[in-house]
């Protein structure tokens, strides 16, 4: 298995999801984020001590957007002919095997990306057996 290319740091500047105003008073508003347009709104006023709206300064670094710690980004992977695709890119890409996978086609992706050397985030799933 290749390790991942060089990168800058990955920093995230929020991780915590943003919740629609009110929804933590009333049932039928889901958390879902909603921008407030009533003309007193507190959040919208961006007033002190309320719940923070979306902004653009929120995203991530372009470099390191969708990166996980090991520094690749994850490709999902359903048969084993999709881990060809990887072969030139393995220092970016690790494969992610879909979760509907079964575990006799799982086997021949994990024995393919180890010839291959390509890292498989998700390689003991439905795999390992139960002692």
């Known amino acids: 298995m290749v390790t991942a290319k060089k990168h800058i740091p990955i920093v995230k500047k ?4 943003f919740n629609r105003h ?11 984020w909603r ?3 009533g003309i007193d709104n507190r959040v919208r006023r961006r007033f002190k ?10 995203g991530t670094n372009r ?3 969708h990166m996980m710690p090991s520094g690749h980004k ?5 048969n084993p002919s999709d881990v060809d695709l990887l072969l030139m890119h393995n220092r970016t890409y690790a494969a992610e095997i879909g979760h509907a996978v079964s575990s006799r086609k799982r ?3 994990i024995a393919k990306a180890k010839q291959l050397g390509v890292k498989v985030t998700n390689p003991k799933a439905r795999v390992t ?3």
């Open 107 to 109: 086997i021949e992706i």
């Open 49 to 58: 001590g309320q719940a923070a709206m979306p902004s653009i300064g929120y």
């Open 74 to 78: 994850a490709f999902l992977v359903q």
């Open 129 to 131: 057996t139960e002692v």
């Open 63 to 65: 470099k390191t957007r």
């Open 14 to 17: 929020r991780t915590k999801r």
């Open 35 to 37: 921008k407030p347009k």
């Open 22 to 32: 009110q929804s933590d008073r009333f049932k039928c508003v889901d958390p879902a």
